[in-house]
């Protein structure tokens, strides 16, 4: 039976420099200048590549489609923590919600919206 393993992000950024060092200093990524216009972004089994379009709009200005990635992670309160902690734009708190998910939500310097959630057993 076919399987989803490993999902990869692909993200359009205006200043490929700029985005780096946010992924990297807020949301603890390790980043990687791929080539010339493109850095991957890896945190554990995560990997965002991001493109450097410096004429696209700014994900903030797409409203609702701003959402890219709903990240699956073990730790949730940790992790929620540890980006509160180095100032990460939140959109919603460490919630428990009613589809038996604990997650929270940020927007990252580009505009991007990210969700990480954790299930409750």
Sequence with gaps: MPRLRKPRYVIAVRDLARSAAYYRDVLGFDTRDLAPGWHFYRRDECLIMAG????????????DHSYFAYIVVDGIDELFAEISAKGAELLKPLTDEPWKMREFGVRTIDGHRIMFGSPIE
């Design 52 to 63: 450097e379009c410096p004429d696209a709009d700014r994900a903030a200005e797409i409203g």
